[in-house]
């Protein structure tokens, strides 16, 4: 089921953390370093905020663990707040309120501002899935609406034409959207073609692998069950190691929007 993190008590070793946190630029947040928040509305939820304004982020992500009869029973985002959850693993029921979906490992749902999602597990194993919210930056004569899909049902594309690097794209590429959920996934020993440095923000959960991440020209280690925030312009990239398997994550980019001044 996703990540476990089996440490109880103390543990053998000095206390020590792969953790990196340059506010506003970048952060690195590994699995077992988290912790639990309580968050009004979930319940029998497991659930750590991860980026957030308090980092730098434009955005809010979550990893929520619906543990038996989990759900959230407020209502994720609302007013202005557009939302997006990915099932990393198990089955969740989502709602409007109105129309209800299952989703399966690789589901995904997106919400448009002004519409609340309603969660709750759909089995009663563990569900593990990941969050995301950001403020909707409306654009006259465009509206979004809600978008359902298993990332099984898309076909991959070849990022910057490399075959060994493939690129899923959950929403579609309509103006009205002004973000978009991927998963990007590199087989062992592929990377990007060189190391990026754009307007997008991103926040990134890995959800297979190992690899090498570069952040703001300093490389650091990374695997599954770790966060990685990167803010605007901060050079970023990847290369996969080991040999069993790909380097994947699910992100987020904002997009389709001019900056304001």
């Known amino acids: 089921m996703g990540y476990k993190n089996n440490r109880v008590g103390y543990q053998k070793e000095i206390l020590t953390s ?54 959230q029973e407020t209502g994720f985002g609302g007013d202005g707040v557009e939302t997006m959850v990915y099932v990393i693993e198990g089955k969740l029921t989502v709602s409007d309120g109105e129309e209800e979906h299952t989703l399966e490992t690789g589901g995904y749902a997106y919400y448009p501002a002004g519409v609340k999602m309603f969660m709750k597990n759909a089995q009663t194993e563990n569900t593990e899935v990941f969050l995301y919210k950001k403020r909707y930056e409306v654009l006259e004569g465009h509206e979004t609406y809600k978008v359902i899909g298993n990332v099984n049902d898309l076909t991959p594309i070849e990022y910057e034409g490399m075959s060994d690097v493939l690129y899923y794209e959950f929403l579609p590429t309509e103006t009205a959207f002004d973000m978009n959920l991927h998963i990007l996934t590199f087989k062992p020993g592929a990377s990007h073609a060189y190391v990026e440095t754009h307007f997008q923000e991103h926040g990134a959960y890995l959800l297979s692998g190992q690899g090498m ?43 389709n929007r001019d900056p304001q001044i």
């Open 18 to 71: 792969r953790a990196v946190v340059r506010k506003n630029n970048y952060a690195i947040l590994p699995h077992d370093g988290l912790v639990k928040n309580s968050i009004p509305g979930f319940v029998n939820v497991e659930i750590s905020i991860l980026g957030s304004p308090r980092l730098g982020a434009n955005f809010v992500d979550y990893i929520a663990t619906f543990l038996e009869n989990g759900a």
């Open 213 to 255: 991440y570069n952040l703001d020209n300093e490389w650091y280690p990374v695997e599954k069950g770790d966060y990685i925030f990167m803010s605007a312009y901060v050079h970023q990239a990847a290369y996969a190691v080991g040999r069993d398997e790909p380097l994947s994550y699910v992100y987020s980019k904002d997009c």
